[in-house]
């Protein structure tokens, strides 16, 4: 008998054996199943947070991106708005007599602007030549700040931008508001001026300060008129983001090119500009870095949840599973008893025992991984706004793997003691009982 044991398919014995005490092994095959499904579906919802939350960050990046983009153009055309906030003047020139006169008296070569230009310079753009200076209109006996400009000298390095001061064509003429309102000026209107006929092009909205009272000309007619030739006595200028309130980056720089000038900064707009744009920055970063720490929440709370219900689901499991096996070879006491007496060896009834435990795992490791798996994306699914994510990305080949050996192995190790129990059992005394 022990050799024709011995030659017996165990695994199908031990199949043979599960269809005929299937209540049994119906109920341990659901006790592993429940605890492979439980925890499958928790990694599961776990790595589809994962995926979603990478998912909808990278949207919350690129949306934070072009907000940010949309913000600096924004405030970059406000801003802008408030004009050149960096003069560039002749180094002679006193700043207590610029600050008194509202023009420099020393002059510089026009070609500065140019060298400027064509040079690598990046922390000031939008560079606007200039002379000016307190005349006496005498056509309308007032006095006036003089204007001459030409067009902003393009950056080599930059790309084209909108002037913030349109170039003034030839024969035109723009406007400070009290002198166009006082003088009833509009534009389209013929004006003399020093002798040569202007057409008012532009009439310049009220600013409340000095260029309420400015007449902007070309620079070639200001210079004839002044007498300076070729000369200008400012270059106004457009601070760059690298060097926001940071005037000595700006006189570094500018003080390679041009050693013979000085730069004057207007502190309250380059602080206004800095300001703005680091704030529409800022808030923006802010809502993406609380969008992240608000998801990073959530996984740590997966995380923690799977961390201590993992290991008591798998505990119950074992226990559960354990109990039944102890109940089933309890039922079969008087057959293992049997197959002892006729010279069935003590080890092939554990084999026996193991295999049918393991098959038992086996089962209810697939049954479980699958409904856990599957159940979990359903779930996911038909939550309402949950990040749509694809079963494919949420597969893990390595939680499979693990589960298809893992409950096997737990499941066998349950059975384990009442298994042994079973087998060291004497025969003859199961047998004198019964």
């Known amino acids: 008998m022990g050799a024709g044991m011995k030659a017996m398919n165990l695994p199908l014995l031990a199949f043979r ?3 005929h005490r299937r209540i049994n092994f119906l109920l341990a095959l659901l006790v592993i199943a429940v605890a492979v499904a439980g925890l499958v579906g928790a990694l599961a919802m776990l790595r589809m947070h994962g995926i979603a939350t990478e998912a909808i960050l990278e949207k919350k990046r690129v949306e934070v991106a072009e907000a940010v983009a949309k913000l600096e153009d924004d405030y970059r055309k406000i801003t802008k708005g408030l004009g050149f906030n960096v003069l560039i003047l002749p180094k002679g020139q006193s700043l207590g ?17 140019d060298i400027l230009g064509r040079s690598k310079i990046v922390t000031v753009s939008h560079l606007l030549p200039t002379i000016q200076c307190k005349f006496k209109w005498p056509e309308r006996e007032r006095t006036v700040l003089l204007v001459g400009a030409r067009g902003e000298v393009p950056m080599s390095n930059l790309e084209r931008e909108q002037p913030i001061m349109p170039p003034i064509p030839p024969g035109r003429m723009f406007m400070g508001y009290e002198l166009h309102a006082s003088l009833k000026i509009k534009p389209g209107d013929k004006v003399v001026f020093a002798g040569r006929e ?8 009220e600013q409340g300060n000095k260029d309420d009272i400015t007449v902007w000309i070309p620079l070639r007619d200001a210079q004839e008129i002044l007498g300076k030739p070729g000369r200008i006595n400012s270059i106004l200028a457009l601070e760059c983001r690298c060097a926001w309130a940071d005037v000595a980056k700006v006189r570094e720089e500018i003080g390679k090119l041009l050693p013979d000038t000085q730069v004057v900064e207007k502190a309250t ?6 300001e703005a744009r680091s704030r529409a920055a800022k808030e923006a970063k802010d809502a993406l870095a609380r969008e992240e720490r608000g998801r990073e929440r959530i996984r740590r709370e997966y995380e923690s949840f799977v961390a201590w219900a993992g290991p008591l689901v798998a505990a119950v499991a074992a226990v559960l599973v354990g109990c039944l096996a102890l109940m089933n070879v309890r039922s079969r006491r008087s057959e293992i008893a049997i197959l002892r007496a006729v010279g069935v060896r003590s080890g092939q009834v554990l084999a026996l ?20 798996f599957f159940g979990a994306g359903a779930i996911w699914q038909a939550r309402s706004g949950a990040e749509p994510v694809s079963l494919e990305a949420a597969f893990r080949p390595e939680v499979l793997a693990a589960t298809l050996i893992l409950a096997p192995v737990v499941t066998c190790l349950a059975s384990w003691i009442p298994a042994v129990l079973a087998v060291k059992t004497d025969p ?7």
Do not use: S
Not at 97 to 113: G, K, L
Not at 198 to 205: E, F
Not at 269 to 274: D, F, H, I, N, V
């Open 17 to 19: 054996e599960m269809l």
């Open 97 to 113: 007599d610029f600050y008194a006169e509202d023009y420099a008296a020393a002059d510089m070569p026009e070609e500065y602007a």
């Open 198 to 205: 202007y057409i008012v092009d532009r009439c310049m909205k």
């Open 269 to 274: 707009e380059a602080l206004t500009r800095a």
């Open 353 to 372: 025992l193991m295999i049918r435990a393991a098959l038992t795992g086996l089962l209810g490791a697939v049954l479980g991984f699958a409904a856990g």
């Open 428 to 434: 003859a005394a199961i047998l004198a009982e019964e």
